[in-house]
């Protein structure tokens, strides 16, 4: 088996899969060869991924949370960004940007779920056929724009520059566009501090303390500005990629689609968790060991970078009956598309939400769908998924009244 996980090719092509089958039966502890670095420990397997993930003390993501990252980019954002944090600023900050998404804020947020959904459903069925990745590229970013009181008109400028930021494969346009972000950021929050609103910056901004040896003190602008970037970043990519896929797998199966309608709405709980599982839109998270240690009998050495590979994990034949099937009745189902432990994804709520208004408005519109084109993949080892598909909605027959 050639194993190469930092060439792109075989995730643009969908045909990654096999490599990792391979490696979760005759090598779940990977040494995998880097041309112009040490190299990095490959995990497949579910129960060793979920071990370093719940072990923050051995394995750290201060010192990056994913492959090919800029070491002098991570260091500058180091303990302030979630995503490259540690306790206990990991803890204290998330605590306090967790209210945002908390249940008090629950209502409001499926009000705005729930308006940009019936929107964005009823112009796409009135054009019939389309590219799916225009309406599931505009779902999560409508919805995170608006709730943090982003100006309508930057809305598609700042949902391509966190594409850009994410998912390019080249690391200097990926670092401009971070900075683009972040700039953007710093003038939004000097905004809300001269003028407040009822958004989320400004929620943050003012109304959420972060506890901290036994006092209280408000997030800094940097924290701020760094978080907005990662909140940008978790909402807009795990929605797109699992809606396009959801849609591309159900065009597929038209079975699963009939199935799910026959449930109606109380199968969607449980149809949004197999669409996370399947599509795993965060490939991969790095960790870096901070002690001599083992991983399933494996030395590691302190400094080792550890990589765990969600879409792995959440294939795992020890775990899942049949993982390579689609099955929206599939209970239970235990996956890891948010990650696992202290950074499980902030948004996770979110997302959720989006997927399940999402599905119960096209169940209200749709027979199905019918491929036009072939379904395209995006080249990244990190955030992964369907860059493109053309798509045909099957309108449901009008109901008519006695």
């Excluded at 038209?254 to 449930?263: F, H, I, N, V």
């Excluded at 590691?300 to 792995?312: E, K, R, Y």
Aim: charged share 25%; net charge negative.
């Amino acid at each position: 088996m050639h194993i190469d996980l930092l060439d792109p090719g075989p995730f643009s092509r969908n045909e990654f899969w096999p490599v990792f089958a391979w490696l979760r039966a005759n090598a779940p502890v990977y040494r995998h060869a880097e041309p112009d670095g040490p190299g990095f420990w490959v995990l497949s397997r579910y129960r060793d991924i979920v071990q370093v993930y719940g072990d923050s003390d051995t394995f750290s993501s201060r010192h990056g949370m994913r492959l090919g990252s800029d070491p002098a980019a991570v260091a500058s954002v180091a303990q302030q960004m979630l995503i490259v944090s540690d306790p206990p600023e990991h803890t204290n900050v998330k605590r306090a940007l967790s209210k945002a998404f908390g249940p008090a804020q629950l209502p409001k947020l499926e009000q705005m779920v729930a308006e940009v959904v019936g929107d964005l459903v009823a112009e796409a069925v009135d054009r019939a056929e389309f590219d799916f990745i225009e309406l599931a590229k505009q779902l999560p970013n409508r919805v995170v724009c608006a709730m943090m009181g982003i100006p309508r008109g930057d809305w598609s400028w700042i949902g391509d520059l966190t594409t850009e930021a994410f998912d390019s494969p080249d690391e200097a346009v990926r670092s401009h566009a971070h900075s683009e972000i972040f700039l953007y950021f710093i003038e939004l929050l000097r905004q809300r501090r001269a003028d407040p609103g009822d958004d989320l910056i400004s929620q943050i901004a003012f109304d959420v303390p972060v506890q901290e040896s036994g006092t209280e003190r408000m997030l800094t602008d940097e924290e701020i500005v760094f978080n907005c970037n990662g909140i940008l970043s978790g909402a807009n990519e795990t929605t797109r990629y699992s809606a396009a896929g959801a849609v591309n797998m159900f065009a597929r199966l038209p079975d699963q689609w009939a199935l799910l309608r026959r449930t109606g709405p109380a199968g969607i709980d449980s149809a949004v968790e197999e669409i996370l599982r399947w599509t795993t839109p965060g490939v991969h998270a790095l960790r870096t060991a901070t002690r001599d240690t083992e991983i399933a009998g494996v030395a590691v050495a302190a400094g080792d970078q550890v990589t765990l590979w969600n879409v792995s994990a959440n294939r795992d034949e020890e775990l899942f009956d049949r993982p390579e099937q689609f099955r929206v009745d599939r209970r239970p189902n235990r996956h890891i598309a948010f990650g696992h432990g202290r950074h499980l994804c902030l948004g996770a709520r979110l997302a959720r939400l989006e997927l399940s208004a999402l599905l119960g408005e096209l169940l209200a519109h749709l027979d199905g769908f019918e491929l036009t084109g072939p379904a395209l993949f995006n080249a990244s080892n990190f955030t992964w998924g369907v860059r493109s598909l053309p798509v045909r909605l099957l309108r449901a027959p009008a109901v008519t009244g006695a």
